[in-house]
């Protein structure tokens, strides 16, 4: 009788253990896919809204999930920045945002938060905030183009003006069409480079002629030679 009393209460045991340990792997899911909360290393858990610590067991834990506190600190709790920069934070009270559309001060509250940027005068500043926005930025782009076209006509102008002093500094006999030498050229516009290949030729060809002239007196200077040796 007495190892079948004791056998129950090791099953009755192992049952007991086995309900807490799910109880406990429930405990810890819960609160791992709620980031509201977080265990603390004396084992207890902490609300990170209400900073208030909480016994690590499942009814405790739902109690304060539905407790007044914790409702009241999930109502306040929103990420205000997203209304940014038109919902700020409030200068000197920290307790209040201030919305630069209105000119209104609001409660950090979430539902006051929420009724307001969903309101009629909300929406309606914004919508004219916004269309200001993009006239403005309309406004720059046209700007900025006639910036660019009054810098390609400035540009125009000044490569207009480089190929009028090119066409004055010409020498005369280039403007009749002739160049030194006797080469023709046509009447267009010369620009600096076609100049400068022409000047280029023009040397080679001087050269070119100076050393046939060098080539003839020099076979006559050896013609005459030789003639003075057979004499």
Known sequence: MNKNKESGKQVQNNKVNDSNSNKNKE???????????????????????????????LQEFNNYLNGRSYKNALENDIEFTQFEPYIVQHKTDKNKLYCNLTRQNISKKKSVVLKHVNGKRYKYYLSKYLEEQAKEEQQNQRDNQEDEDDIQNELEELNNLIN?????????????????????????????QQEEQIEIEQTVQTKQKKQQQDGKLQKKLKNKQQKAQVE
């Not at 609160?31 to 909480?54: D, P």
């Not at 009028?164 to 600096?192: A, D, R, W």
Request: with cysteine.
């Open 27 to 57: 405990l810890q899911k819960l609160v791992q896919n709620n980031k509201h909360f977080e265990f603390l290393s004396s084992g207890k858990i902490k609300c990170i809204l209400t900073h208030h610590e909480i016994l690590p067991t």
């Open 164 to 192: 009028e002093e090119v066409e004055e500094e010409q020498p005369q006999k280039q403007k009749s069409g002739i160049l030194k030498g006797g080469k023709k050229i046509n009447k267009k516009k010369v620009k600096p």
